[in-house]
């Protein structure tokens, strides 16, 4: 795996295409648990980037495209959500200063970068949001990454991680955010910022393991071992 920014507009398109699939449900998840307005928010920061697509896969480095990136859904996304996308991509920006992209360096300042949103968000893993999500996908990639295993297999993984820690915020009460108000009223719902990140870290998967960027010198080499 050896990535280049010029992918981005691809995993931008495929982030969007799964939200937009579950727009009904997401809604419905934040109007139950939170103000309702997590479809909208994550709608405008993806419009923002899909805006800035051609700028993103231009980028010669990315440290450049990651630190735009989370500028951009600092600023257009709001709520809680905005903040901790924006901290996400911010952190990994800074920690990706380079051209070309690879496994291991990705795993590690994905794993520093769900440690910068829980320290923004104050979260911990068991609080009922987006960051149950985040940190087994950043422990799967993080485990992954060292073994010899093929990318659909590592995509399968990730994948199955992040659908782990989504369906764990169902039974959880939530201590932050807008549906700690709702104490035992919040259990058997999953959090919607929780569902969002999953669809997402999901589509990027399939996106890396099955549909190579049109665009020239954009193709990966797959690692063939495993
Ligand atoms: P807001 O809560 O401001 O309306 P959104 O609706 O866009 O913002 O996002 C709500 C999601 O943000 C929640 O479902 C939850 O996953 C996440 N969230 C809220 N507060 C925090 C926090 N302190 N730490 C981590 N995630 C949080
Ligand atoms: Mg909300």
Known sequence: MDLKPCILPD???AA???????AEEVSAL????GDGDHLTNLRRGLKALRDQREQLAQASDWGAALIQLGTTLMST??????????????SLGKALQRASLELEAFA??????????????KTQVGEKTLVDTLQPTAEALLATAQSSASAPAIAAQVKAAAIRGMESTRELLASKGRASYLGERARGIVDAGARTA?????????ALVSSPSAAPGCGRERPTAG
């Not at 969007?16 to 579950?22: K, L, N, P, T």
């Not at 999953?198 to 399939?206: E, G, K, N, P, S």
Request: charged share 20%.
């Open 11 to 13: 995993l931008i398109e």
């Open 16 to 22: 969007s295409q799964a939200i937009e699939a579950h």
């Open 30 to 33: 934040d109007r139950a648990l």
């Open 77 to 90: 996304v709001g709520g809680a959500s905005g903040s901790l996308y924006g901290t996400l991509f911010l």
């Open 108 to 121: 590690r300042a994905f794993s520093e970068a769900v440690e910068a949103v829980k320290r923004r968000g």
């Open 198 to 206: 999953q669809l997402m870290i999901c589509a990027v998967a399939d």
